[in-house]
């Protein structure tokens, strides 16, 4: 692969994942602050929310309620001794549910 080839994949997916964090913010009402670090594809500062790409990700593709990574965000930083991850909160999971 050459070396125009890998810095139009880089561009191509820095756009992809600007978009992403775009889409997520729009959706939910937030400012996009950016990335962490400047690592695109990393965690993003959306308002004063702090969310890994992966979640946005997923928020995006399933279509999930807006405000429901929210609730996520709260409801594991009330219980710092347990946490569950977004993925598994969208198909019911509750800290409450685990021991």
């Not at 962490?36 to 995006?60: E, K, Q, R």
């Not at 405000?67 to 800290?95: C, H, M, V």
Request: aromatic share 16%; glycine share 6%; with cysteine.
């Amino acid at each position: 692969m050459g070396t125009m080839k890998i810095k139009q994949l880089k561009e191509t997916y820095e756009f992809a994942c600007n978009e992403y964090v775009q889409k997520f913010c729009n959706k939910q009402e937030m400012t996009n602050e950016g990335w962490v670090n400047d690592d695109v594809g990393g965690i993003a500062l959306c308002s004063d929310f702090y969310f890994n790409f992966h979640d946005i990700v997923w928020d995006i593709n399933s279509k999930q309620p807006k405000g429901q990574i929210i609730d996520w965000y709260y409801e594991n930083l009330d219980t710092p001794e347990k946490a569950i991850n977004y993925y598994s909160y969208t198909k019911g999971l509750r800290i409450a549910d685990i021991s």
